[in-house]
């Protein structure tokens, strides 16, 4: 097993010598003090929240935990307050239309520079999984400059290795046609739709060898039907908008995320308390970014959950492992008294019907569940229904001393292709919580 190519990207990148954990951690409280006194200088947001606080005495970690986080809704509500640098630099904004919202949105904002360090990232984050020899099918977004596809392709260019950028899945003919034609091996893509292509063009997926999984959280009974069914290597890539798109690649361990530590730091903390929570422990993930002209982010929240793990990663590196994240706090619903329903153990569920094509899942009320299922062959629906509504209530029933009721409904969209062409992350509805924020 080779070690993860990010541990030499990080070492290039940040001049430590000699290359461990303990000097590492020392470059980024240094990355942190310099962070906080440009946004301080420059962030109309951060002078604000920064008030009364000098950069120069955040002499350790302690120090830095009493600094007050930044959150999703302090980027929806004054975007352009953040901006470090005249908007006449500013060379891509990403507008994110999370799912269900309405009214402000998140806008992140990135210089070239800024895009130019993601470059860096991918380039060495791919080759945890591929070299030149491979050949990719991106499913993500490409065809405008500063997208995720767009500075895929720059990166892997790098190391000119075949890159095809497809963009979202949208016909699945014509991908399963790009594969056999390119003779790929290597697809990026969302966890949902590499799935749905892989059930529905079982015959074209032959030839994939590894997935590199991105943009939302990858249900365990998902990797392992790709492996089990194609023999796929399955990684897992960990990152999100605000990040500057990267944020961790799994090696060939397969045992969780290596982080761009050069870039990045990160923290997990107890999401009621906000106070650091111990290795092993899982809580909300935290980061803090390095040298963003743009728009740089200081403890930002960002609703995921994951933890560090405690042992040393069989790839040999010094650097830490974070485990896999297991969702959103979002998708963690209370029904009451300390009754919860998670997204994750349903889906693990779901994804076992291997007709099913998409699904969406609504708490009506603290008694009453419902789920929408699509499924691409339509023959014995309502036997599929039943099977899927006794599975689901089995759950309910085994995991909580209360009452509640699990209906199953047809979803009636038409085309399949449509159902997995989105970038919004899957989520539980709560029609309890948007009727109170009526």
């Not at 997935?211 to 492996?227: C, H």
């Not at 990267?246 to 990045?264: F, I, K, M, P, S």
Request: glycine residues 6%; hydrophobic residues 35%.
């Amino acid at each position: 097993m080779k070690k993860t190519p990010m541990e030499e990207w990080i070492i290039k990148r940040t001049g430590i010598t000699p290359a461990n954990q303990n000097k590492l951690v020392t470059y980024q409280l240094k990355k942190i003090v310099e962070t906080l006194s440009y946004a301080k200088k420059n962030s109309a947001f951060y002078q604000r929240q920064l008030e009364g606080i000098d950069p120069e005495q955040i002499k350790s970690w302690d120090d830095f935990n009493h600094l007050p986080f930044t959150t999703a809704d302090d980027i929806k509500n004054q975007p352009f307050a953040f901006l470090c640098v005249p908007q006449s630099r500013i060379d891509r904004i990403v507008t994110l239309n999370t799912s269900g919202t309405s009214g402000n949105k998140k806008r992140i904002f990135f210089t070239d520079t800024d895009l130019q360090k993601t470059v860096d990232f991918f380039d060495y984050g791919m080759r945890s999984l591929i070299d030149c020899s491979d050949r990719v099918l991106v499913l993500l977004p490409g065809n405008t400059f500063g997208t995720i596809g767009n500075l895929l392709k720059k990166a892997l260019d790098r190391t000119k290795t075949t890159c095809v950028v497809y963009g979202l899945l949208t016909d699945l003919d014509a991908v399963e046609k790009i594969i056999v034609e390119n003779e790929i091996n290597c697809i990026v893509g969302i966890p949902i739709q590499v799935l749905y292509l892989s059930r529905m063009k079982q015959d074209g997926f032959k030839s994939i060898e590894k997935v590199l999984l991105s943009t939302d959280y990858v249900p365990q009974s998902l990797a392992f039907e790709l492996n089990q069914k194609f023999g796929c290597q399955v990684f897992n890539h960990y990152g999100m908008t605000e990040m500057g798109y990267g944020g961790g690649v799994e090696c060939q361990a397969l045992n969780g995320y290596h982080l761009r530590e050069g870039d990045l730091y990160f923290e997990i903390i107890d999401p009621v308390y906000g106070e650091p929570v111990a290795d092993g422990v899982y809580g909300e993930i935290v980061f803090t970014s390095f040298d963003r002209e743009a728009m740089p982010l200081i403890r930002y929240r960002t609703g995921d959950i994951g933890a560090f793990s405690q042992a040393t990663c069989q790839c040999g590196t010094f650097l830490r492992t974070m485990k896999k994240v297991e969702g959103r706090l979002k998708n963690r619903i209370h029904l009451e008294d300390g009754i919860y329903v998670d997204l994750k153990a349903l889906e693990e569920i779901l994804l076992a019907f291997e007709d099913l094509v998409d699904y969406q899942l609504t708490v009506k009320d603290k008694h009453l569940f419902r789920i929408n299922v699509a499924f691409y062959n339509e023959e014995q629906s309502s036997e599929k229904e039943n099977h899927v509504k006794m599975l689901v209530q089995e759950y309910f029933d085994k995991n909580g001393d209360f009452s509640i009721q699990v209906e199953v409904a047809r979803s009636q969209l038409q085309n399949p292709d449509q159902l997995v062409n989105s970038m919004v992350k899957r989520k539980i509805v709560d029609l309890r919580r948007e009727k109170r924020d009526v």
